[in-house]
């Protein structure tokens, strides 16, 4: 059945990318949960054998990885972390990706570059000059949005994105105080240069957080999600909560669908948080039973996370 399922979406996957489409004329998603330890354990072997699983197809593409790179952090609570971006690097070269860059602009921190250095991302990824595109400088070209759920009719997204054959997303599993919480929909915010709308990215919180993520996700849809919930973050997110062991991976070629899991693990209800109710109706998965699971199940792997009292209604 996981074959089927994974056939039918590889061989829709450009369609879906190139249109909106409402859930009854979706194929079912596959999504795939692995259970991962630490930082310490051989993420690069999990991770590739999770990707040859899914069969993400990037021969001879050009990939772009958009981590969560917020603001410096020693705990590794707030960012996405190297030795993810690093094998999901090596596991989509292994797979004849012609090319493969990380690209953010950090919403919170101007200094992009000490970022890297807290995190010590040259450590694990190497020489960063054709490896790391700073977003938040890069130059643009204003598109329209595929919706109009905000009050923004077009966005100013670099060059460097909208050139990608093939866009990952690769957050970090927390809780956010504004939304609920934060995973790959949300991650995409990073795309929009600061230097266009400032720190941090007032503009798109002016127009509506959820809005805006269903507008600059219908305009530039992440092929492909990874999300680092081996160590997230629960309480106060997306940088004021605290550690939270969650000791998951999480993978899928449909981003609501990666979402919709991730809540589930964190002991949410998907249809409860605004923005991915919003995203079903038009990019993705969100039902169970629209996902095919693959690897752990959500039960075993389930461990609920604090929430701030004003999203105690999100709770399963």
Known sequence: MAERFIAAKRLEMSYSNTRLV??????????AIRAVSS?????????????????????AKSVLIKPNFVEPN????????PVVIRAAREAFLRMGAKSVVIAE??????????????????????????????????????????THASKLKSLCLPKTVLAADF??????????????VTLSLKNMFGIVPG?????????????GISKSILDINSTVRPDFAIVDGILGMEGNGPIQGTPKACGVLVAGDD???????????????????????RASLLLGNMDEERI????????????????????QSLRA
């Open 22 to 31: 409402p859930p009854f004329h979706r194929s079912p998603s596959s999504v």
């Open 39 to 59: 930082y310490e354990a051989d993420v690069e072997a999990i991770l590739w054998e999770t990707l040859k699983e899914l069969e993400p197809p990037v021969r």
């Open 74 to 81: 020693l705990e590794g609570t707030i960012n996405t972390h």
């Open 105 to 146: 602009g950090p919403g919170h921190e101007r200094d992009t570059e000490g970022i890297l250095e807290v995190l010590r991302v040259r450590d694990y990824l190497g020489p960063l000059e054709r490896r790391f595109v700073d977003l938040n400088t890069d130059e643009v070209s204003q598109v329209s949005t595929r």
């Open 167 to 180: 866009v990952v997303s690769m957050p970090k599993m927390k809780t956010h105080h504004w939304v609920g």
């Open 195 to 207: 230097n266009c709308y400032g720190w941090p990215k007032n503009v798109l919180h002016w127009a």
């Open 255 to 277: 981003a609501v669908a990666v979402d919709a899991t991730c809540a589930r693990i964190m002991g949410l209800v998907p249809a409860r948080i605004d923005y991915l109710k």
């Open 292 to 311: 095919e699971q693959l690897g752990e199940t959500i039960s075993s792997t389930r461990k609920p996370f604090e929430m701030l009292p004003a999203f």
